[in-house]
């Protein structure tokens, strides 16, 4: 062992760090567990998150490996701003992502985009940084009137670690407006909105290094690096270890999250898909699904592994079930009318079969339209999720989508916020860093008698698709 890094997680719900070699082992991890409200999910303090983070730390560094300590990395939700003076104290509670109050700032940012800087981001919602910039200007200009930077909640955390706070990353700043292909912030953000252009972040690549650590925690060795942050979901495709062009990842929880990489950026004239700026230059477009695993605890019980036998006897079932429990779908198509629907005759362990197939045919309509507009080859598919973890959906998912699919053995922002730590400071690139720290668990083939029928399946589930108006 030459180094160590740690990777600190801050969540809506929690807060977790680990310790891990530069080969990605982990040595040690803990956790921190929020009160989750109604109130937290519009304003959190960030004291508390900081408050957490040392008593996390402290325990770390007691670990005889951290003497050997290189670089300390941060992950955190994207859309969440917090307005601070200029001695790093919050103006205000953390606008949370998650805090709705922010819909009609969203639409003035949408359209002053669309119409000022169309080749940015300009897919702005209640859940975005930049409306909520507005929303706080508006609604506290005393506030505003003492206002240093607007920073993002990772921002918050290397701030205190490093006593630099006018520092942020590509990954928190797309929805804040920043123009990550030119690498510069839109003059509409301070010539049309309530905002002044010194509000505004010096803006780097991810993993890049801030600075060292200068806040005294019992037993921090000297020169620890920080290095700049990542939002959650970016990080979490950095562990997947999918961070070169043409691999992917797909996070199959209570929705389907599908996350890449590419060599240009993907532009979607629909909005189904955003990108990322990738630390080495590159883009990691992603999208989001209403399907995705949460119909199963709600159809099947929370303990499904004894119909994973049966299942398997039964596939490919050569019907259809598409369990979407939400309302509508977002991607790969945009369908707000769309509901589940399910071969009459299905039930039990086939209609649990049918279930993984249909979340399958979803996964691989994201693939081909992410193919479609971007004119580049998905190679392989780096999986992480609840889903991952049953070995027949894996085979089903390899045989629809005719690519390996790498379940990976750890996919925990932390993990990513780690291999992001020692990706400039240890390693030469995220690449690189990836490569010696993101492991695979288990990787499946597709199976040539299945993928085959698979293909008329699959066609079948698109037909049906469009007889009922969705895609």
Not at 412 to 432: C, D, N, P
């Amino acid at each position: 062992m030459e180094h160590t890094f740690i990777g600190l997680d801050v969540g809506t719900q929690g807060a977790r760090a680990i310790l891990t070699d530069e080969h990605g082992h982990m040595l040690a991890s803990h956790g921190e567990h929020f009160p989750l409200s109604e109130a937290s999910r519009e304003e959190q303090l960030p004291v508390e998150w900081w408050a957490a983070c040392e008593r996390l730390l402290t325990k770390l560094l007691q670990q005889p490996a951290a003497a050997k300590l290189r670089a300390i990395g941060v992950t955190s939700t994207s859309g969440t701003i917090i307005p601070i003076d200029a001695n790093g104290s919050p103006l205000h509670p953390a606008i949370m992502y998650s805090d709705g109050r922010q819909a009609e700032e969203g639409k003035r940012c949408k359209a002053l985009a669309e119409k000022y800087h169309p080749e940015g981001y300009t897919a702005f919602n209640t859940t975005s940084g930049l409306p909520k910039m507005v929303w706080f200007a508006e609604q506290y200009p005393e506030k505003a009137a003492r206002l240093y930077k607007f920073i993002h909640a990772a921002d918050f955390i290397t701030g205190k670690l490093t006593g630099n706070f006018n520092v942020t990353d590509f990954t928190n700043v797309l929805k804040s407006g920043y123009d990550v292909a030119n690498e510069r912030w839109p003059e509409y953000i301070w010539g049309h909105l309530p905002l002044k252009s010194e509000w505004l972040q010096q803006v780097v690549p991810s993993g890049a290094p801030i600075g060292e650590v200068a806040v005294k925690l019992p037993g921090m060795p000297d020169n620890v690096i920080v290095t700049a942050g990542m939002t959650d979901g970016c990080a979490s495709q950095i562990a997947s270890g999918a961070v070169t062009p043409g691999a992917w990842n797909t996070t199959i929880g209570t929705t389907l999250v599908v996350k890449g990489v590419t060599e240009k950026p993907v532009y979607d004239p629909l909005g189904r898909l955003y990108n990322h700026r990738h630390p080495q230059g590159y883009w990691m477009p992603g999208g989001a699904s209403n399907t995705g695993a949460d119909w199963i605890p709600k159809h099947f019980g929370n303990n499904p592994e004894a119909l994973n036998g049966q299942a398997a006897a039964l596939i490919p079932t050569g019907k259809l079930y598409w369990p979407l429990e939400q309302a509508g779908e977002r991607f790969p198509f945009i369908a707000p009318q769309a509901k589940a629907f399910a071969t009459a005759t299905l039930e039990g362990a086939e209609k649990f079969a049918a279930g993984m197939e249909g979340v399958a045919y979803i996964e691989k309509m994201a693939y081909e339209m992410i193919e479609s507009l971007s004119g580049e080859t998905v190679k392989a598919v780096y999986t992480a999720g609840g889903a991952s973890n049953s070995t027949l959906w894996l085979r089903i998912r390899a045989s629809v989508l005719e690519v390996p699919v790498h379940k990976m053995q750890e996919v925990s922002g932390a993990a990513g916020a780690a291999i992001l730590a020692a990706s400039q400071t240890y390693y030469g690139s995220i690449t690189e860093a990836a490569a010696a720290m993101a492991h695979i668990e288990k990787t499946m083939l597709p199976e040539a008698e299945l993928a085959e029928a698979y293909k008329e399946g699959y066609q079948l589930f698109r037909k049906k698709l469009k007889d009922k108006g969705y895609a």
